[in-house]
C-alpha cells in the first residue's frame, strides 16, 4: 500500500475512539470513470450480478437482496462474506476501476487465497472484478452505503458514499474519453462505530443502495411495459399488446403506496423460498404445452421477473433440477461423446443405471469443494439456474428424446510464448438438443468462468455459419472454464475480446462440436424415420392381405396361388416355379419403373405397397381364370398395365 493508503486507514481506524467520520476524495481516471457510469452495465440485472460476484470471493455462503418491490425505493445487497477490513476498503475507494483480484496485492489484503492470487481465501475460483464491480452501482444510485465488518473486529467500517461530485459529469462531456487524467468523482465519508460483544464472530458486507435513479425504478417497474399498454388503450381504445402473463403488480401513479394492477404470480405467500423460485421456473415452462411456438420471458414476464432469471442464469448457483452431467443412464436422452479433432464424429455412450455422464466421462465442472454452499435470496425468493433436462416438452419431430453431447479438452498451447497463447485452456462443455428450449433466451451457447457467466446465452454459438436454424433453435449449450480464458473477458463481462487465442480455441471447438450433434442427429432421424416408415408399410401390407382374403372368402377360394416377383438374375428360376403351380413373373416386366428423383425410405415403402398390390392383382386374375389361355409374357402385360392405371397420378 501507498503511504497515502495507509495514512487514511490509520485515521478511519481512529475514527473509533472520536467518533468524527474521516472525509475523503474519490479520483479516478476519465477514461475508467465513463465506462463505469455511461453504461458498461446495460441492465440492473448486471450491476446486482457484480455485487454477488464480490460476495461469492469474498467466500460468502449466503447473499440476501432486498429490493423493496414494486416500488424499487432503496436496495440493499446484505453477505455473510469475510467482510472489509479498513485498510482494503481503502485500497478499494483509491482504485475506482482497477482491482486487487488476480494479483500480488490481493495476497496481502487478503482477498485472495495466500498461494493462488487466482482464488479466493476459501479456495473458490474468482468470478468477479472488485475495483469495477462495486462501483457498478453508478448504474442505479450515487448515493450508498458500505457497511463491513471482518471476523473477530470489535468494530463495523461505514463508508458513506456519493459519485459525481462537483462537475465531473460536465468534464466527462467536454473531454477525450482516452484520456488518463484524474478527476474527482465524488467523495466518501468513512468511520468506524463498535459492535456488540455478541457480533465479535460476525462477518460480511452490506451495501444500501439509496435515492434510485428514475431510470432504475422504471426499468425495474416495467413502466415501458405497462404505459405502452395506456397509451394503446387512450388512442386505439383497447390493448392492443398483451399484457406480461407473470407480474409483481403496478404502482398507483396518484398512490404509491397502493397498487392500481394487483401482481400476478405463480407462488404463494405460503411457499417457502425455493419452492417461490421453482414455481415460476415451472410456470414458464408449463407456457410450451399451450399452442405457443416460441415461448419468450419477454413476452411471458415483467421486467423484475426477468431481472431475477438473468441473475439465477449467471450467477454461480446449483441447478434448479441437477446438474446435466449429473444426468444417469435411466434418464431420459440418448448420451454422445464429442470428439476434439476438428473432424471428428461424436460417440455414442451407453451408461449403466445408476452411472452418471459424469462418473462415465470423468467431469470435475463445476470448480467447487463438495462442501462449499452458496445461495441468493431476492425478496424472499431463492433463486436457482433454471435449466432443466428431463422431462422436455415434444414436437412432431422424428427425434423425440433429447441428445446430451459432453466433451472436455485441454490445450497447452506448446511452444508458443505465453504472452501470444494466453497460457493453457481448459474447458468441459455440454451440447443440449431439444424438440423445445423453453425459454427462448436459453437458446444458445455460454460460457462459465468460475461456474458464473456474464454474457447471456448467444444464440449465433459464436458465429456459427453453417445454415442450421432449425436446429440451432433446439440447442442449449454450456462451456465450463477450469483454466485460462480469463483475458478473453471485456472488462463489462458481457462480452468478449474476439482476437484473443482463447476465444479463437473455444469458437473453433464448439463448431465442430456442432457439425459432431448435426450429423448423429440427423443420422438418428433418419434411422426413427425409416423405421417408422417400415412399420407403416408392415401394417398396410398386412391390411392389404386381409382384403385379398377377405375377397376369397366371400367368393368361396381355398386355393389361392403364390405369386413370385422375380429379380434378373434370378429369372432362370421362373420354369422350375412354374412347375410347382406358383405364378412367377419377372419383376421387372409387371413393376414401373420408379419414377422418383432420389431414394429415400418413402420411395421404398411405396415400392414394396405395389410390388405387394400386384401380387395381389395377379392372384385375384387367376381366381376369375383371366390368366388361362395367356402366355406368361401376355399375363405379365396384364398385370403391369392394370397396375400402372391403379398407380397413375396424373394432374387435375
Not at 482 to 488: K, M, Q, V
Not at 507 to 513: C, I, T, Y
Not at 581 to 587: E, N, Q, S, T
Amino acid at each position: 500500500m501507498s503511504t497515502d493508503e495507509n495514512k487514511l486507514t490509520e485515521e478511519i481506524n481512529n475514527t473509533g475512539k472520536t467518533g468524527k467520520p474521516v472525509e475523503e476524495r474519490l479520483t479516478t481516471n476519465e477514461r475508467v470513470l465513463a465506462r463505469i457510469t455511461d453504461g458498461i452495465y446495460r441492465q440492473p440485472a448486471s450491476a446486482l450480478r457484480e455485487l454477488i460476484s464480490n460476495a461469492y470471493d469474498a467466500d460468502a455462503q449466503e447473499v440476501v437482496i432486498l429490493t423493496d418491490a414494486p416500488r424499487f425505493s432503496t436496495i440493499t445487497v446484505r453477505d455473510d462474506g469475510q467482510g472489509l477490513s479498513p485498510r482494503t476498503l481503502v485500497h478499494l475507494i483509491k482504485n475506482i476501476g482497477g482491482s486487487a483480484k488476480r494479483t500480488k496485492e490481493g495476497q496481502l489484503l487478503k482477498i485472495t487465497a495466500s498461494d493462488d492470487c487466482e482464488r479466493s481465501p476459501g479456495g473458490r475460483k474468482l468470478i468477479g472484478k472488485l475495483g469495477i464491480g462495486l462501483f457498478a452501482v453508478a448504474q442505479f444510485t450515487r448515493h450508498f452505503l458500505i457497511i463491513s465488518k471482518t471476523k473477530g473486529d470489535k468494530f463495523r467500517t461505514i463508508a458513506d458514499i456519493t459519485l459525481g461530485h462537483g462537475n465531473s459529469e460536465q468534464r466527462l462531456l467536454e473531454f477525450d474519453h482516452t484520456s488518463e487524467i484524474e478527476i474527482e468523482t465524488g467523495h466518501a465519508l468513512i468511520y468506524r462505530e463498535p459492535t456488540a460483544e455478541s457480533d465479535f464472530d460476525s462477518h460480511g458486507t452490506e451495501i444500501k443502495l439509496l435515492e434510485l435513479l428514475p431510470r432504475t425504478r422504471a426499468e425495474l417497474a416495467s413502466q415501458d411495459l405497462w404505459a405502452k399498454l395506456d397509451y394503446e388503450l387512450e388512442h386505439e381504445g383497447k390493448q392492443l399488446s398483451p399484457e406480461p402473463l407473470l407480474h409483481i403488480g403496478r404502482i398507483d401513479k396518484n398512490n404509491p403506496q397502493e397498487l392500481s394492477k394487483p401482481s400476478n404470480l405463480p407462488w404463494g405467500d405460503q411457499d417457502s423460498p425455493s419452492e417461490k423460485f421453482k414455481k415460476l421456473v415451472h410456470k414458464v415452462r408449463s407456457f410450451a404445452e399451450s399452442n405457443r411456438d416460441l415461448v419468450d420471458l419477454d413476452s411471458v414476464c415483467d421486467r423484475y421477473l426477468q431481472t431475477l432469471w438473468t441473475l439465477a442464469l449467471s450467477a454461480p448457483l446449483q441447478y434448479i433440477e441437477g446438474h446435466p452431467f449429473d444426468m444417469i443412464g435411466s434418464d431420459e436422452a440418448i448420451f454422445f461423446k464429442i470428439e476434439n479433432q476438428t473432424r471428428g464424429q461424436a460417440q455414442r455412450l451407453k451408461l449403466k443405471n445408476p452411472e452418471s455422464l459424469r462418473r462415465h466421462l470423468h467431469l470435475k465442472s463445476p470448480d467447487t469443494k463438495p462442501k462449499d454452499h452458496f445461495t441468493i435470496e431476492i425478496d424472499g425468493i431463492q433463486l436457482a439456474r433454471p435449466l432443466i433436462f428431463r422431462n422436455q416438452p415434444k414436437t412432431s419431430t422424428a427425434v423425440k428424446t433429447p441428445l446430451l453431447f459432453a466433451g472436455l479438452c485441454r490445450e497447452s498451447f506448446k511452444g508458443k510464448p505465453h504472452d501470444l497463447s494466453g497460457g493453457p485452456l481448459e474447458f468441459e462443455a455440454y451440447l443440449f438438443w431439444t424438440p423445445k428450449v423453453v425459454p427462448a433466451q436459453h437458446q444458445g451457447v455460454v460460457v462459465r468462468v468460475g461456474n458464473a457467466s456474464g454474457a447471456p446465452f448467444d444464440r449465433t454459438f459464436m458465429g456459427y455459419q453453417i445454415s442450421e436454424q432449425t436446429r440451432l433453435r433446439q440447442i442449449t449449450a454450456e462451456i465450463f472454464v477450469r483454466e485460462g480464458f480469463d483475458g478473453a473477458i471485456n472488462l463489462d463481462r458481457e462480452s468478449y475480446n474476439y482476437a484473443h487465442p482463447h476465444y479463437q480455441y473455444i469458437v473453433k471447438w464448439l463448431h465442430s462440436a456442432l457439425r459432431q450433434l448435426t450429423n448423429r442427429h440427423k443420422e438418428l432421424g433418419k434411422h426413427l424415420r425409416s423405421e417408422r416408415l417400415e412399420k407403416q408399410g408392415a401394417v398396410t401390407r398386412a391390411a392389404l392381405e386381409e382384403k385379398v382374403a377377405e375377397i376369397f372368402q366371400a367368393r368361396g377360394v381355398q386355393d389361392v396361388p403364390d405369386v413370385v416377383l422375380l429379380k434378373p438374375a434370378e429369372t432362370g428360376r421362373a420354369a422350375s416355379l412354374r412347375r410347382d403351380g406358383i405364378i412367377a413373373f419377372r419383376k421387372s416386366s409387371v413393376i414401373p419403373p420408379n419414377q422418383a428423383q432420389r431414394n429415400t425410405d418413402t420411395n421404398d415403402e411405396r415400392s414394396n405397397l405395389v410390388e405387394k398390390k400386384a401380387i395381389a392383382i395377379a392372384q385375384i386374375l387367376d381366381s376369375w381364370d383371366l390368366l388361362k389361355g395367356l402366355s406368361h409374357e401376355e399375363q405379365e402385360q396384364l398385370v403391369r398395365e392394370i397396375v400402372e392405371v391403379a398407380f397413375f397420378e396424373g394432374e387435375i
